[in-house]
């Protein structure tokens, strides 16, 4: 089986691994080399690097409707196109594949359709998750679900957690989702577009912690925008991370955002409650476990 594997970050990885395992990918298609760090120096995205590890031949087409890059797909002639947190794909693309083109998806479409559903899951409270496979076709992430497999999210976990505990996963997901293709025996469901909720892209400006939000609410926020961007407030006049935390619901007259110890624990005020930080980052330093943090930071001044 000819497979052309599509995708960038680190989440993509695992997948390509084990695709390469069972079928041996035919080509890995990937974003152009992007400047990075101080000096702007041309960096490749996690995905090539794997690539080129695992001796795969690499497409970084600039854009995906480029000639050279469509007759490159027609020379391969895929039988399968696998996508994994990737561009959205032209009809010119995945028409490409003689079976089917296919993306993995970290949530139980159609919740969470969008470039973040891991995050989204998380700062919505949700208790259940998954992974979806279905089939491309022009709207995003609204395709017929090919598999999908469900997953009970345990308390406290981050955004972090899920996309490390799913990445595997989704490899799995993936070689059993081309096998039942390949076969021809299954049926497609389609997607209740009625049911349909985003999941936006998040950048850091939306990371401001909001005090005003109800502890459970804060702490799942928290939690879904960890460890990146992360979720941020001020402390002296630096930006303040909070990575991990638990919550207290506890009635109080304190002003919102105000530090205070609450049973010898470090915490801030919020709405209903408390925040109790766990796992924290100032600005210019590294992430440290709040006990770490408190025994090095001076409050004078």
Same mark, same amino acid.
């Given at each position: ?87 959205? /794909? ?61 997953? %009970? ?51 850091? $400006? ?36 909070? /990575? ?34 766990? $796992? ?11 006990? %770490? ?6 409050? $004078?001044?």
């Amino acid at each position: 089986m000819k497979i052309v594997f599509m995708g960038t970050p680190e989440f993509a990885i695992p997948t390509l691994e084990t695709l390469h395992k069972e079928f041996g990918v035919k080509l890995v298609v990937t974003n152009p080399d992007k400047p990075a760090g101080k000096g702007l120096k041309l960096s490749p995205p996690p995905v090539k690097l794997k690539a080129i590890e695992l001796g795969i031949p690499i497409a970084q087409p600039e854009k995906l409707k480029d000639e050279t890059f469509l007759r490159l797909l027609e020379e391969i002639a895929p039988d399968i196109i696998v996508v994994v947190a990737f561009r959205i /794909l032209p009809t010119e693309v995945f028409t490409k594949a003689r079976i089917a083109s296919f993306n993995v998806h970290p949530s139980l479409l159609p919740k969470f359709r969008g470039p973040a559903p891991i995050n989204w899951t998380i700062i919505n409270g949700e208790t259940k998750t998954g992974i979806t496979t279905f089939i491309l076709k022009e709207e995003v992430d609204a395709g017929n679900i090919v598999l999908q497999w469900e997953y %009970e999210i345990p308390e406290n976990f981050t955004a972090g957690d899920l996309h490390d505990f799913f990445a595997p996963i989704a490899g799995e997901i993936a070689v059993q989702t081309c096998k039942l293709l390949a076969s021809g025996n299954y049926e497609l469901r389609k997607q209740d577009d009625s049911l349909a909720t985003r999941a936006p892209k998040i950048n850091p $400006e939306m990371c401001r912690i909001t005090w005003e939000m109800e502890a459970k609410q804060l702490r799942n926020f928290i939690h879904g925008v960890s460890p990146k961007p992360g979720a941020w407030t001020f402390l002296k006049g630096k930006r303040f991370k909070i /990575l991990r935390c638990d919550y207290l619901e506890k009635e109080h007259n304190f002003d919102l955002g105000e530090i205070h110890y609450i049973d010898g624990q470090f915490a801030f005020s919020c709405k209903n409650g408390y925040i109790l930080p766990r $796992e924290v980052q100032l600005e210019g330093r590294k992430v440290l476990k709040i006990e %770490e943090f408190l025994r090095g930071y001076r409050w $004078e001044g």
